[in-house]
C-alpha cells in the first residue's frame, strides 16, 4: 500500500504564486509516472502535469509556462511550483503515483486526498 500527503495549498491573490508538494511513502518497488490533476467545483477532474521517473514533463495547455512539475526520487516526493496564478485555477489539486510494486505487475494507481488552491482577491 502507498501513502501520498499533499501540502502547500491554500489562498492567494492572482498574480500571485504557490508550490505545492506530496511525498509517497509505502511499500512498493518503483514509483513511475508522479502528477498533480485538479477539479473545481461542478467540473471534471483534469491533467494539471505529469512526470516519468526519468523526469520527461506533460503539461495541460492551460497552464504551461506558469507551472513546473519536478521530482525527488530519493525522497519519492513531487513538487508543483504554480507561478502567475488565475481565479480559473481555483480547485482542489489532487496529486497522483503510478506505483509499481513488482517487475511483473502492472502500474498500479494512487491518489492524494487533495489540497485546495483558492486564487482570489
Known amino acids: 500500500q502507498v501513502q501520498l500527503v499533499e501540502s502547500g495549498g491554500g489562498l492567494v491573490q492572482p498574480g500571485g504564486s504557490l508550490r505545492l508538494s506530496c511525498a509517497a511513502s509505502g511499500s512498493f518497488y518503483l514509483i513511475k509516472t508522479m502528477g498533480w490533476y485538479r477539479q473545481a467545483p461542478g467540473k471534471e477532474r483534469e491533467l494539471v502535469a505529469t512526470?516519468?521517473?526519468?523526469?520527461?514533463?506533460n503539461y495541460a495547455d492551460s497552464v504551461k509556462g506558469r507551472f513546473t512539475i519536478s521530482r525527488d526520487n530519493a525522497e519519492n516526493t513531487v513538487y508543483l511550483q504554480m507561478n502567475s496564478l488565475k481565479p480559473e485555477d481555483t480547485a482542489a489539486y489532487y496529486c497522483?503515483?503510478?506505483?509499481?510494486?513488482?517487475?511483473?505487475?502492472?502500474?498500479?494507481?494512487?491518489w492524494g486526498q487533495g489540497t485546495q488552491v483558492t486564487v482570489s482577491s
Open positions: 512526470i516519468s521517473s526519468s523526469s520527461s514533463t
Open positions: 497522483n503515483a503510478a506505483v509499481l510494486h513488482s517487475l511483473i505487475n502492472s502500474p498500479r494507481q494512487y
